[in-house]
């Protein structure tokens, strides 16, 4: 079964670069069917940081949810990802499921409107 997921992400570490090569690992190893346009966002909690690229991907993946978490977070370490820096702090590559089989699973969508407008974009 073909799963239907929504996956974000963001980057202020070299950013243009980190989004433009996460987006080219994703369609390598996924059906990307559609990705949005990248947005400039003010960085949440530690604010004295620069300015993060967001974007976004509707792909199909025949792995399920937890092994897709996995697979996402070995190519943030591809990335050059470095756990040790706080939560909110800078980041080369963040990658998250939004959405799965239609269904938002993560509940920044809710408080955050540029999660919001990422994802009316794919739905357009």
Same mark, same amino acid.
């Not at 792909?59 to 399920?64: A, C, K, P, Q, V």
């Given at each position: 079964?073909?799963? &239907?997921?929504?996956?974000?992400?963001?980057?202020?570490? $070299?950013?243009?670069?980190?989004?433009?090569?996460?987006?080219?690992?994703?369609?390598?190893?996924?059906?990307?069917?559609?990705?949005?346009?990248?947005?400039?966002?003010?960085?949440?909690?530690?604010?004295? &940081?620069?300015?993060?690229?967001?974007?976004?991907?509707?792909?199909?993946?025949?792995?399920?949810?937890?092994?897709?978490?996995?697979?996402?977070?070995?190519?943030? $370490?591809?990335?050059?990802? $470095?756990?040790?820096?706080?939560?909110?702090?800078?980041?080369?590559?963040?990658?998250?499921?939004?959405?799965?089989?239609?269904?938002?699973?993560? $509940?920044?969508?809710?408080?955050?409107?540029?999660?919001?407008?990422?994802?009316?974009?794919?739905?357009?």
């Amino acid at each position: 079964m073909k799963n &239907q997921v929504i996956v974000v992400l963001g980057s202020n570490i $070299d950013a243009e670069k980190n989004i433009n090569v996460a987006l080219s690992l994703l369609e390598k190893y996924f059906k990307v069917n559609k990705i949005s346009s990248v947005l400039k966002t003010k960085p949440i909690g530690i604010t004295n &940081q620069p300015d993060f690229l967001n974007a976004a991907v509707f792909m199909e993946t025949s792995l399920e949810r937890e092994a897709l978490i996995q697979r996402l977070k070995a190519l943030e $370490d591809e990335l050059g990802r $470095d756990r040790t820096r706080p939560k909110f702090g800078p980041r080369e590559i963040d990658l998250d499921i939004l959405s799965w089989n239609g269904k938002i699973v993560d $509940d920044d969508y809710y408080s955050r409107d540029f999660l919001q407008q990422l994802v009316a974009e794919l739905n357009q």
